[in-house]
């Protein structure tokens, strides 16, 4: 397994604002005067890393466990109780169990990550989380022998999720990973952001974040972590399984059969959102394109 990654953009990088663009301004001038310092990386790949503001991050929001609308999440999600909060690690693991909230996050290192969220949708943001390496999480339930993937589960409580009672996915929301992807250091689950709690809209209190990975795989409000030997099943794959792949690798080059990756929009900005050119694995390709290595990605999509 690589190393744990380093991100050496915090929380007081981006705000105020004019500081952090300093720093973006100040790296990217130490590495174009070729003065061969190893500056770590900041960033994914030659990506604009702006943060958007908390308010765009927790109003425009897709969590169908509470409508299809941009704005339902925000609206409907406050009434989803987040504590207590329990999730079940079983499989192959030496040590399956329930594991609380409160013990997750006084075993496990928080830290900030600024990352890109791509959406499938064509559309991106970057969100400052606060998280843990997914890999940490798994050490300490131990991964055994046999593990080869790792399947994640949404709470499952129509009372509180509206969505749940229409049958506009199959429920509970489902997601999987390849162990190595989930044990990458860029892989996380993130409890927080902009410093504070993860808003309910965000997928309280525990959600994935895969960042080059097209958004619908970051599955929120997790409850159950199977580890498997077997290629486990996901909700958009289900619903369609031309358009959602088990990969779902940010990629210009394989267009989703209804529209183009090429580009996407960068939420924000109001008139002034723009369009911008989609990166390869969402800008991470140095740090996971090793990953993927001999395989077609256009049929692993
Ligand atoms: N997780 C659950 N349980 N339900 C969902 O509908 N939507 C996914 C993903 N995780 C979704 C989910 C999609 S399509 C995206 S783009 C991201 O969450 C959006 O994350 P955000 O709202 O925090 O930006």
Redesign the pocket.
């Known amino acids: 397994m690589a190393g744990r990654w380093k991100n050496d953009l915090t929380l007081d990088d981006v705000t105020p604002r004019g500081i952090y663009l300093n720093r973006r301004q100040m790296l990217t001038s130490l590495t174009a005067a070729g003065l061969g310092l190893s500056v770590s990386p900041a960033a994914a790949q030659g990506a604009d890393l702006e943060p958007n503001t908390f308010e765009d991050?927790t109003s425009?929001?897709?969590?169908?466990?509470f409508g299809t609308g941009k704005s339902d999440?925000a609206e409907y999600a406050g009434q989803l109780t987040t504590s207590p909060w329990t999730v079940e690690i079983d499989g192959l693991v030496d040590r399956p169990g329930p594991v609380s909230m409160d013990d997750i996050l006084s075993r496990m290192e928080i830290e900030e990550r600024i990352y890109r969220?791509r959406?499938?949708?064509a559309w991106s943001?970057v969100?400052p989380w606060q998280g843990f390496e997914l890999a940490d999480l798994l050490e300490m339930a131990g991964v055994q022998d046999g593990a080869q993937f790792v399947a994640f589960q949404?709470l499952l409580r129509p009372e509180e999720m509206p969505g749940q009672k229409r049958p506009i996915?199959d429920w509970p929301?489902i997601?999987g990973l390849r162990l190595d992807e989930a044990m990458h250091p860029l892989t996380i689950m993130a409890t927080g952001l902009y410093g504070k709690p993860l808003p309910n809209?965000?997928?309280a209190p525990l959600?994935l974040v895969v960042p080059w990975k097209?958004?619908?795989?970051?599955?929120?409000?997790i409850v159950r972590i199977t580890l498997t030997d077997r290629q486990p099943e996901t909700t958009w794959n289900l619903a369609g399984p031309d358009e959602y792949g088990f990969y779902a690798n940010v990629n210009p080059n394989v267009d989703h059969p209804r529209w183009s990756q090429a580009t996407e929009r960068r939420v924000g900005g109001g008139l002034f959102s723009r369009r911008i050119d989609t990166m390869m694995f969402n800008g991470y390709e140095d740090e996971v394109a090793s990953l993927y290595r001999g395989m077609d990605l256009a049929e692993n999509y």
């Open positions: 991050i425009y929001n897709n969590f169908y466990e999440p969220l959406c499938v949708e943001m969100i949404t996915l929301y997601e809209q965000n997928g959600r097209y958004g619908f795989k970051s599955i929120k409000s």
